[in-house]
């Protein structure tokens, strides 16, 4: 079988249906790939529309949950050459997205292949804005050399078995793999082609967690970065300030003025508090990750 396609589930059944469609009308032969879900205890109708849809379910204890555990747990059960990773809220926008993430792996150009993300009608106005920075539309030079992204990735699985995901971190597991990688002699490939909707319906609460979670994750990952408070201030009035004129320019000013302030309050406090060890970094690289475009 060519590739294993890893789900993690957890009351993902609003884009769940969207998701299993666009993948079974992939131009690469339904023979061929195969979906492997893992999900850490569901509520909603998550499981029945896997079931459905023909998904491999396997399970884990929400409990036990880590991002790099539900990963090892579905790839240990995938059978595929390749092992491709998508978010249950991302959905691919082409027949032949499956393909093209796979095609420099095929090749031999590549290990590790990550796609485009792109943001739904209801995404937030900042969030578009993230997107548009690290997974632009063209082919351009991503933030680093390791820098790559689970909820539309692929590997080989020859590779993903030499290192696996780290099951300790609380985000940004994606980076952790990939670096070692790079650091052995591979490569990451930017694929803009193998592109997915990515739709994120999150509290408040949720985005500062979600960035805090990715800030503690990273002080593992590149352990010299830090962002003080005197950058974390910086970095959220140019957000704003960024955002509100291209807003401006859109014509979305007043839909989104409140919006915009409140994502990048919680982005920017997120970070802050999740990357709280007081190390030293260069400016470049810190604005390399933080500061908006």
């Keep these: ?13 609003r884009y769940l249906p969207e998701v299993l469609l666009s993948v079974s009308e992939q131009s690469v032969p339904a023979d061929q790939h195969e979906v492997v879900l893992v999900d850490s205890g569901s509520t909603d109708t998550t499981l029945d529309i896997a079931q459905r849809h ?3 379910i396997v399970h884990i204890k929400q409990s036990e949950f880590s991002f790099g ?7 240990d059960a995938a059978r595929g050459k390749h092992l491709v990773f998508i978010s249950g809220h991302c959905v691919p926008t082409g027949r032949n997205w499956l393909a093209d993430l796979l095609a420099p792996l095929e090749a031999g150009t590549a290990q590790i292949t ?3 993300q792109e943001g739904g009608p209801e995404t937030k106005f900042s969030e578009h804005m993230l997107f548009a920075k690290y997974f632009p539309a063209a082919d351009l030079p991503p933030p680093n050399e390791f820098f790559c992204n689970n909820a539309n990735a692929a590997v080989l699985r020859e590779v993903w078995a030499q290192y696996r995901f780290d099951e300790t971190l609380t985000g940004l597991e994606d980076m952790h793999f990939a670096r070692q990688v790079v650091a052995a002699g591979g490569k990451v490939r930017y694929v803009p082609t193998a ?3 990515h739709y994120h319906h999150e509290s ?13 994750a990273l002080q593992k990952i590149m352990p010299e ?3 003080h408070t005197a950058d974390a201030l910086r970095y959220f009035v140019a957000g704003v300030f960024g955002d509100w004129a291209k807003a401006l320019a859109q014509k979305k000013f007043l839909r989104h003025a409140w919006e915009i302030g409140c994502f990048r309050f919680c982005q920017y406090y997120g970070t802050w508090r999740g990357n709280h060890i007081h190390r030293q970094l260069s400016r470049k690289a810190k604005e390399k990750y933080f500061y908006p475009n």
């Design 195 to 197: 592109s997915v909707f």
């Design 204 to 216: 408040w609460r949720r985005v500062k967690r979600r960035y805090e979670r990715e800030a503690i």
């Design 225 to 227: 970065v830090h962002v």
């Design 69 to 75: 555990r539900s990963l090892n747990v579905g790839c």
């Design 1 to 13: 079988m060519l590739a294993s396609i890893v789900i993690r589930t957890h009351n993902e059944a």
């Design 54 to 56: 023909g998904c491999r």
């Design 114 to 116: 990550y796609g485009r």
